[in-house]
Structure formats: structure tokens, C-alpha cells
């Protein structure tokens, strides 16, 4: 479980959202179902069972820096990756695998939005461990891991992944 790390990609503007969602608080820093915790908070929460705390990172920029240390108190200023400019996502993966792999060359990498509904957490937390497994006995790249009975949703900018 060492080796294992998660990136959550929490840079976004969440124009999709307005008026909810604003540049100074994007949907990610919302709590939209009154449950406490905000997409971010939930992302972190169901990451923080299968990875060290102190291996999740996210991903963002300067904008949002305070939001996050104040929404995820469990981490550490050095585990907020603040983006040069904002390029979406491809550069915002690269930016930080390069940052993992200075830390540990054999880390095993989950990378997530951070504004996911999952509706079927335990279902969701055996599916990527299953793909973690698999790319550490396989060193191979993984994407959109979605279980046989999983159905993927886009609604408004969040992406609902049911597992049924």
C-alpha cells in the first residue's frame, strides 16, 4: 500500500454550475447534497481508504490553494500541487506524475476528479483496488475503471458512475 497514490484533479471552474458554482468557490469546494462534505471532501474520504493519507495529492492551482487546506485539513501544504497555468487535464496528470515519480519510482497511481458522485462506494473501493493490483503485478496503465454492472452517467458537468 506504500506505493500507492492518488492525484485529485480539483482545478476546475465549474462554469457548468453557475450560479452555484463561482470562480472564487467551483462545484468542487460545494457541498451540493447537504451531507457536510463538499465533492472534494467525498473524493478524499473514499481515497483515503485505499491509499496513505500522506500519498494524496491535489491537483490545482495558487487560485485555490486556501479552499483546499481548509476543506482537507489532513494534508499537508507540500501535498497541494499548484499548476503553473491552467491546460486542463493531460498537462495536469504529466505535472503531477512527474512530482510522484521523484518521490517513489515505483508508485501505483489513481488519478480522479474531484467531482465524482459514487452511489455505490464499496463497489467503487473494490473496483480500483482490483485495477491497482493488476497494474502493480502488470507495470500497465489503466483508465476509466468501471465495473461489468457499472453505468456511467454525465450529467451537468458531474460524472455518476452507479454500480447497480
Known sequence: MKN???????????????PFSTNKKPKQFLDFFG????????TFDRFSKIVPVENIYIASNSDYKDLILEQLPEISENQVLLEPARRNTAPC????????YTLNKEANVI????????LK????????????????????????????????????????????
Request: charged share 20%.
Open 4 to 18: 500507492n497514490y492518488c492525484v485529485i484533479m480539483a482545478g476546475g471552474v465549474g462554469s457548468r454550475f453557475w
Open 35 to 42: 451531507t457536510g462534505r463538499s465533492f472534494l471532501q467525498m
Open 93 to 100: 496528470i504529466a505535472y503531477a506524475m512527474n512530482k510522484i
Open 111 to 118: 488519478v480522479s476528479p474531484s467531482d465524482h458522485l459514487i
Open 121 to 164: 462506494e464499496d463497489d467503487f473501493i473494490s473496483t480500483i483496488k482490483e485495477g491497482l493490483e493488476y497494474t502493480r503485478q502488470n507495470d500497465n496503465i489503466l483508465t476509466q475503471i468501471v465495473s461489468r454492472q457499472g453505468k456511467r452517467l454525465h450529467v451537468s458537468g458531474v460524472d455518476i458512475i452507479s454500480f447497480t
